[in-house]
């Protein structure tokens, strides 16, 4: 193999590694990728929410039916752990530097996770909701 094409299969190998460390346990690159990485982990700890969703139901990957949400102290103790985690990956990214829906969204997730829920309107997060954490002007 020539050396050129061994040099760009480890620079192609580093630079996968660095994603999937990035993804899984570092700061990702983009603020979005955080957030999917947050949700991820909030739904994933919760059968009955995906059950809800449907979004695995009757697949090879439906690992939650049959299960109920744990609600014991010692779950909720996790559950807190994960808003925790979670709050300090969002603060990770600077909001002043955040435009548009992904500003919006910082808001909206700092404020579910801070006060534990997030009062919806019919077109989405309440202005006054979000302003308790965030001010969007």
């Known amino acids: 193999m020539p050396l050129a094409v061994t040099i760009i ?3 192609l ?13 570092g700061t990702p690159p983009f603020f979005n990728l955080a957030v ?5 982990r909030m739904v994933r700890t919760d059968p009955e929410l995906l059950t809800y969703l449907g979004l695995l139901d009757n697949t090879s990957l439906d690992f939650h039916s049959g299960s109920l949400t744990d609600a014991s102290p010692r779950q909720m103790a996790r559950r807190q752990q ?6 300090a990956l969002i603060h990770r990214y600077r909001p002043e530097k955040l435009k548009g829906e992904k ?4 808001c909206a997730v700092t404020a579910l996770i801070t ?15 979000m302003s308790l954490v965030c001010r969007l002007t």
Not at 82 to 87: M, N, T, V
Not at 103 to 106: A, E, K, L, N
């Open 9 to 11: 299969l480890i620079v």
């Open 82 to 87: 994960l808003d925790r985690d979670g709050l």
């Open 115 to 129: 006060t534990g829920t997030l009062i919806l309107s019919s077109w989405g997060p309440t202005r006054s909701t």
């Open 103 to 106: 500003r919006v969204t910082y």
């Open 36 to 40: 999917e990485r947050l949700t991820f």
């Open 13 to 25: 190998a580093l630079g996968l590694i660095w994603l999937v460390y990035s993804l899984v346990w």
